[in-house]
């Protein structure tokens, strides 16, 4: 065969790191004072990502929150429950729960 050096062909190449795309935050959003609830994360995520998330309440007074997404209602108020991934901590998801009544002790 011939070669034909006036044709020419140009590619381009992304190469992307294996990520979490985004987190999914299910559960409930409204709580009384002194109950308990579980939330969940869903992380979509690239094959061979992490799932995991870390959880966090921006009013622990109101609510706190341990690492399986189990909220404790404290006291009156409102919080930010976020579930942030480990793998990408730039991708979280956020609700604001909401508790009502007085505060209760143990």
Same mark, same amino acid.
């Given at each position: 065969?011939? $070669?034909?050096?006036?044709? /020419?062909?140009?590619a381009s190449v992304t190469v992307r790191q294996?990520?979490?795309?985004? /987190?999914? =935050?299910? !559960?409930?959003? *409204?709580?009384?004072?002194?109950? *308990?609830? *579980?939330?969940?994360? *869903?992380?979509?995520?690239d094959a061979g990502v992490s799932a995991a998330v870390t959880w966090s309440s921006s009013q622990p007074g /109101?609510?706190? =929150?341990?690492?399986? !997404?189990?909220? /404790? $209602? =404290? !006291?009156?108020? $409102?919080?930010?429950?976020?579930?942030r991934s480990v793998a990408t901590p730039a991708v979280a998801d956020s609700v604001i729960l909401t508790v009502s009544g007085p505060p209760r002790f143990a």
């Open positions: 065969s011939i $070669a034909d050096t006036s044709r /020419v062909a140009h294996p990520a979490a795309r985004e /987190v999914r =935050i299910t !559960g409930a959003t *409204q709580l009384l004072a002194g109950t *308990q609830a *579980q939330l969940t994360a *869903q992380v979509v995520a /109101v609510a706190s =929150i341990d690492g399986t !997404g189990r909220v /404790v $209602a =404290i !006291g009156a108020g $409102a919080t930010r429950i976020t579930a």
